[in-house]
């Protein structure tokens, strides 16, 4: 039986995720498949367009079987972190044998080659990469100049700086060190990027990226406009959510909340923080002070070396409260603590009932029976997803739907 794992945050599902999706299927001639897939919150320190369910119900329609969610604890920090957490799932379910991801490079030996220099870590890299963040350059950007320097005569360095300078390769490259880490035997495949790039805003026949397709939605709030870029019951979703005044979500409305958070803390307090270090605090602390507007303090903040990205899962990680004793403490004791069910179909079904019986993580369909666990961490991981899902709630358009307790009285999406 083969099993194929993605690791998907669908927002939207889009014409470009179908065609992955299906490609996928095809390359590792998959029987089943499984995604893990971000909640209410993504990875660039966002809220989701629209909300978890209505998205595991995009991938269903389209073609994924089983649809588990991946802690908010691990949404909200870097790439490294994101996908230890996504990747920690899949193994623990041990019943998956392929992870297949789209990447800029679209080949996988050079992927696996970085990856495990990463890991090892040369001392020449660790030196290099420290003066390059002294120089002042972000994170990715000075371990791609260190690594290009170490392997600079034995390889062609223009590809390698190609390679660790794009977002989906820099993604790629952690899913690999992931499974590496974990002694894992899911084999890792890449598929090139199709047409639209991760960033990018334009569009190529009836494909474009999330990215576009939101920034169409936030500016002309006509969601006919994006309707030639998904797939029919994708769109008829998403439309639906906009009728009953669930979607759409975006960061400017939480713009007062963060900034009230913001002015209330110390310095001090905000260096607690994952990502906060080296005085950030102080420019973060500075900023709120000066500026009234979300996207004036960001870019004031902002530098080559603070990237965007980053500070924005600053602000949503002080939303959530997730700080960084928290995340190591989840860490020490080995990352995600459940498998926590969103969606599945009668394919999922088997999945879920082979899962069962192999799984090193206990899985929840029912959420509620989180309260029975013995383990702390787990409680607290878990809890912290309810809370992202009701703060999230709080900003639908329509009040009447902005409750609370949903992820408990919401049960996962079924579809036979």
Known sequence: MKVLGLVT????????HKYHLDLSKKITGADFTVCVMSGNFIQRGEPALLNKWSRARMALENGVDLVIELPVSYV????????????????????????????????????????????????????????????????????????????????????????????????????????????SSIQPVTLKRHKAGYHSLEAYDNITSATAIRNLLESSH????????????????????????????????????????????SAAQLSNFPDVNEGLENRIKDAVNRFGTYESVISNIKTKRYTRTRLQRIMFNVLLGITKDLLNTFQKYGGPQYIRILGLNSKGRILLKEAAKKASLPIFIKPSLYRKSCNPLLRQM???????????????????????????????????
């Open 222 to 265: 006509y969601p006919d406009r994006i309707k030639p870029y998904m797939p029919a019951a994708s769109f008829s979703i998403l439309a639906n959510e906009i009728d009953m005044g669930k979607a759409p979500v975006f960061t400017q409305q939480f713009e007062q909340v963060l900034l009230t958070l913001l002015r209330k803390m």
């Open 76 to 183: 909200l920090q870097s790439a490294e972190f994101f996908a230890f957490g996504a990747v920690k799932i899949l193994d623990s379910l041990n019943i998956v044998t392929h992870l297949c991801f789209g990447s800029e490079w679209g080949q996988i030996d050079e992927l696996k080659e970085i990856a495990k220099i990463l890991i090892e870590e040369p001392e020449e890299i660790s030196q290099k990469y420290k003066y390059y963040l002294k120089e002042g350059h972000s994170f990715v950007k000075a371990r791609e100049r260190a690594v290009v320097d170490y392997l600079k005569g034995s390889v062609d360095a223009q590809s390698i700086g190609h390679i660790l300078s794009s977002p989906n390769n820099i993604l790629g490259i952690e899913y690999i060190k992931a499974l590496y880490r974990l002694g």
């Open 382 to 416: 878990m809890e912290l997803d309810f809370l992202s899902t009701d703060l999230y709630a709080l900003h639908y358009p329509n009040p009447r739907e902005r409750l609370g307790n949903i992820d408990i009285t919401t049960s996962p999406i079924i579809m036979e």
């Open 9 to 16: 945050e669908y927002n939207p599902f889009h014409n470009g």
